[in-house]
């Protein structure tokens, strides 16, 4: 990623995180509209859920480097994700859903270059997510 990509989505996220209750909710609620048996994969609460997403994405978000390194959190979760039977169809709604999320919650800040950001990143992780899940080496990287 570029590092003016970097900090648009450092700077939205910055908006999004003092909303962190709320996001959480607008997106599963999305989520599970677009595909309600995602909603059978969870045993915790939604609310709880939604901290746990918040933090994955501060995790990830501080995380950006151009280097294109992930911390390695990012790769336990894709493994634990995998376990859970996450398929890459699941990844394709959720990075729908945060788009959205983002979106809603961001408004006219949410322009077209932060969208790109953002679609860029997460496209990015998603397939590094993906492969690491599936045990291959997570060679895909959040460079250009």
Known sequence: MTPAEIRLIQTSFAKVFPLKAKFGMM????????????????????????????????????GLRTDGALPPKALEMAARHGRYGVTEQHYQKMGEALIWSLSET???????STEAAWRNAYDRLSTTMINAAAGASPGVELTT
Do not use: C, H, N, W
Not at 106 to 112: K, M
């Open 27 to 62: 997106f599963y609620t999305r989520l599970f509209e677009m595909d309600p048996v995602i909603k059978g994969m969870f045993s915790t609460s939604i609310a709880r859920q939604s901290e746990m997403l918040m933090q994955a994405l501060a995790l990830i978000v501080r």
């Open 106 to 112: 961001l408004g006219d800040a949410f322009d077209a």
